[in-house]
């Protein structure tokens, strides 16, 4: 295939991402990561003590089934604790008028490839 044969379309060196894609993907990983371990350790923990445990002797935690406490309220409060880490260390704002440069700029480049 030569050069006058590809497509307008099919980029010639490597696809660059745009910042704001990035960080939400970023962002995106971080919530299934910190999600996924919170859901499993609640249905596994909660599963296993929940069930397994003698409904006569259950153990209290702060006034609550130890496995509520330890299956539960921990997880929530870790998830939430690592959210607002996250929230306050590692997030950061897109700075929308770059993007709105970068946008103009690239327009008017290709009004000026179609032009020519």
């Known amino acids: 295939m030569t ?4 497509s307008v379309d099919t980029p010639d060196g490597p696809i660059e991402y745009d910042t704001s894609y990035l960080n939400s993907l970023r962002e995106l990983k971080f919530v299934v990561v910190i999600g996924s371990i919170a859901l499993a350790w609640t ?10 445990s003698d409904p006569e002797a259950v153990e209290i935690t702060l006034g609550m089934p130890s496995w509520v406490f330890w299956g539960i309220a921990i997880p929530w409060c870790v998830t939430s604790m690592a959210t607002l880490g996250f929230a306050l260390f590692v997030l950061r704002e897109d700075d929308d008028d ?3 440069q970068e946008a103009q700029a690239q327009a008017e480049a290709a009004s000026k490839e179609d032009a020519s």
């Open 43 to 52: 249905l596994i923990y909660g599963g296993w003590k929940g069930y397994s």
């Open 98 to 100: 770059l993007l709105e």
């Open 3 to 6: 050069s006058s044969e590809r």
